[in-house]
């Protein structure tokens, strides 16, 4: 919202873990007026409850939800593109078998590529680089350090 001037009509886009993060942003978006556009590997998807509850409020809200396998498919027109670590606290022993499932997950240039052109990127930290590289980590479009300040204010 401090980016944009406001969050209704804009589309925001997470690929990765279908994990608790996502699911905030699945109950929220649509609440905001945001159109969202998902990508998770098979098996990685999120909660089906929470995919019901993000479904109700798109279309009470008149935004629009996709779920994908595809990253690019996904990143299509986003003005938002946002992941998260891939591997949470307790998901240690699973890091090797989930690194292999989310190849071609990582967001780099290709993937905004096909996005809207005022694209940013959000991450909560910490990244790690197969999450996404360098080039979008540390660009003019990455907002993870305001993002992170952000949170200092609302403790």
């Known amino acids: 919202q401090e980016h944009y001037g406001g969050l209704n009509g804009l589309t925001i886009t997470w690929i990765g873990d279908g994990n608790n993060v996502l699911h ?19 098996g990685f998807e999120p909660d089906p409850g929470i995919t019901k509850i993000a479904e109700q409020y798109s279309e009470e809200y008149g935004t629009k939800l996709l779920l994908t396998t595809d990253p690019l498919e996904a990143a299509d ?6 992941t998260d670590t891939w591997i949470s606290m307790g998901q240690e022993e699973e890091k090797k078998e989930r690194l292999k499932a989310f190849q071609g997950y990582q967001i780099t240039m290709q993937t905004a590529k096909s996005s809207a052109s005022n694209w940013t990127f959000l ?3 910490p990244r790690k680089p197969e999450e996404v590289d360098d080039e979008v980590f540390y660009s003019p479009r990455s907002l993870v350090f305001q993002e992170a300040e952000n949170r200092k204010w609302t403790f």
């Not at 905030?24 to 098979?42: E, F």
């Not at 027109?77 to 946002?82: D, E, F, K, T």
């Open 123 to 125: 991450h909560c930290l």
């Open 77 to 82: 027109s986003a003005n938002v593109l946002v």
């Open 24 to 42: 905030s942003i699945m109950t929220s978006a649509a609440k905001l007026g945001m159109h969202l556009r998902v990508a998770t590997p098979k």
